[in-house]
């Protein structure tokens, strides 16, 4: 059974940094493009940042554009979000994916594996 799932969320004030993990098991995803979405109250879910196989490859919604890292360790099978200089806005739950390419992509669709989310309140 393929799970991710996410931790690290929490409350914290504006100008605050957290880090969100997405630990994979159930296959490997050494070969998977991932990458972390958002959905807040009221709202559409919505692309966050993207990173393929490899690692090498990273993309981001222009919001985050310099506050937050995509990374990942393929020997853990382990996704990461760095989020810096959080704001108000970017409060929402934080979803991890998976697609089963090595390509990444911004595309909500195109995403075949999701986690439960983890919650990121930042206070103003």
């Known amino acids: 059974q393929v799970q991710l799932v996410e931790s690290g969320g929490g409350l914290v004030e504006t100008g605050g940094s957290l880090t969100l993990s997405c630990a994979a098991s159930?296959?490997?995803?050494?070969?998977?493009?991932m990458g972390w979405f958002r959905q807040a109250t009221g709202k559409e879910r919505e692309f966050v940042a993207t990173?393929?196989?490899?690692?090498?490859?990273?993309r981001y919604t222009e919001s985050v554009k310099g506050r937050f890292t995509i990374s990942r360790d393929n020997a853990k099978n382990t996704l990461y979000l760095q989020m810096n200089s959080l704001k108000p806005e970017d409060t929402a739950v934080y979803y991890c994916?998976?697609?089963?390419?090595?390509?990444?992509?911004?595309?909500?669709?195109?995403?075949?594996?999701w986690g439960q989310g983890t919650q990121v309140t930042v206070s103003s």
């Open positions: 994916a998976a697609r089963n390419s090595i390509w990444t992509s911004d595309l909500r669709s195109q995403y075949d594996y």
């Open positions: 159930g296959r490997t995803f050494i070969r998977d493009a």
């Open positions: 990173i393929d196989w490899g690692g090498s490859t990273t």
